[in-house]
Nanobody, 113 residues
Framework: VQLVESGGGLVQPGGSLRLSCVAS????????MSWFRQAPGKERELVAG????????NYGDSVKGRFTISRDNAKNTVYLQMNSLKPEDTGVYFC???????WGKGTLVTVSS
């Protein structure tokens, strides 16, 4: 199993980023997927989750209305569109196969002016 995140970077408050996670080594379309993040000195927290077919999504309270999770099963990829970014969104963002201990290495998002 391999999960490879990309798309992080430095962005100003109010800006947008789109993260991608490309999966391999398993049947992607049969697994729900999640995005988590970890800010410096804080525990890892759930950002968003999506069911295997994309029909159901859920979000952490702090990102509702600003972030959108989606997936393309033909490309084995899950996305996280992040809008109206705030400094408190800064952290390393990780992709996860829901219910497993498989994680990517993460991609760093820094929201700062």
């Amino acid at each position: 199993v391999q999960l490879v995140e990309s798309g992080g970077g430095l962005v100003q408050p109010g800006g947008s980023l789109r993260l991608s996670c490309v999966a391999s080594g398993f049947t992607f379309s049969t697994y729900s997927m999640s995005w988590f993040r970890q800010a410096p000195g804080k525990e890892r927290e759930l950002v968003a989750g999506i069911s295997n077919d994309g029909s159901n999504t859920n979000y952490g309270d702090s990102v509702k209305g600003r972030f959108t999770i989606s997936r393309d099963n033909a490309k084995n990829t899950v996305y996280l569109q992040m809008n109206s970014l705030k400094p408190e969104d800064t952290g390393v963002y990780f992709c996860n196969m829901r219910g497993t201990d498989y994680w990517g290495k993460g991609t760093l998002v820094t929201v700062s002016s």
